[in-house]
């Protein structure tokens, strides 16, 4: 639920009213209806209709999609915050073939943190950059300063996911007018992308989807196509889904086929998966089409 999406107890009630209905009705039919439903659970029985639709076409839910879905699907990992050992953790990621690293950031005081960052940057191998997720840690002003700051890095900071405390569209546009940096809304973007019209409008250059919360793969593809004719960098993460989650996101981050690095490598997250989640090597998942 803190990640946008209803609890499990609401979850179950729906899904108990909804699948008997079911019964007897194509795959297409269900898809035509619309089950006002809330995001987790929608995304449950569509990703189980498509899975049952791939099967039946002998295909996969990646190109169930998108015929042209990609094959192999890169990743980041989570290293967490810039405390006293995120320079092992570093170090075991990149030695684990991962060259895009997400960290914490807005848990210590800002000089502290900053110092920490500069020093594991100053670590890191040449090919390897770091991901910032501020979730909503610092005011305009403060974002300003730092992103001042971090414009001296601009080779080695892949992008800055939610900086400000509170969701302001001019004041995301100046912030990323000020830098080549990719500052990314996540819990802000509130998920309505109704057409692709000219007065489209993000203030930012990145958008991070989590498809449990946005509702469904195809809903997520939706949005992504539409952003993306915009200039908009798409990043698919998960809610921290078992393995059956995993699966069906990794498929639409190879349908959405943006060469960007997603944020899929929680299966180890778990203590059990239900399913194995897809394997990662070097940071890349392979996929079978």
């Given at each position: ?92 990621a990149e030695a684990q073939g991962f060259s895009v690293l997400k ?187």
């Amino acid at each position: 639920p803190a990640l946008g999406t209803e609890t499990l107890e609401s979850a179950g009630q729906q899904l108990e009213n909804i699948l008997p209905k079911l019964i007897g009705l194509t795959i297409n039919q269900v898809f035509e209806h619309t089950y006002k439903v809330f995001p987790a659970t929608n995304y449950a029985i569509e990703t189980a209709l498509l899975g049952l639709q791939a099967e039946q076409q002998n295909t996969s839910i990646c190109r169930l999609i998108n015929a042209n879905a990609a094959a192999q699907i890169k990743v980041n990992t989570m290293l967490g915050g810039l405390d006293n050992n995120i320079l092992n953790r570093a170090k075991q990621a990149e030695a684990q073939g991962f060259s895009v690293l997400k960290i914490k950031t807005g848990i210590l005081p800002v000089e502290e943190e900053f110092s920490r960052l500069e020093g594991l940057i100053q670590q890191l191998d040449p090919q390897t950059s770091l991901r910032l997720d501020a979730n909503k840690a610092w005011n305009k002003n403060l974002c300003m300063k730092i992103i001042d700051r971090l414009n001296n890095y601009t080779d080695k900071i892949d992008g800055l996911e939610e900086p400000l405390n509170h969701y302001n569209e001019k004041q995301y546009r100046e912030l990323q007018q000020a830098t080549a940096i990719p500052l990314a809304l996540d819990e802000s973007f509130s998920g309505n992308i109704n057409h692709a019209s000219a007065s489209f409008n993000l203030p930012v250059r990145r958008l991070i989807l989590k498809p449990t919360a946005i509702g469904g793969l195809r809903q997520s593809y939706r949005i992504a196509k539409i952003v993306q004719r915009h200039n908009i960098e798409v990043i698919i993460t998960s809610s921290i889904e078992t393995g059956y989650g995993l699966w069906a996101n990794t498929c639409l981050a190879a349908a959405i086929n943006n060469n960007q690095t997603h944020g899929l490598a929680t299966g180890h997250w778990l203590e059990n998966t239900l399913v194995p989640a897809p394997d990662i090597n070097n940071g890349i998942i392979h996929l079978s089409l």
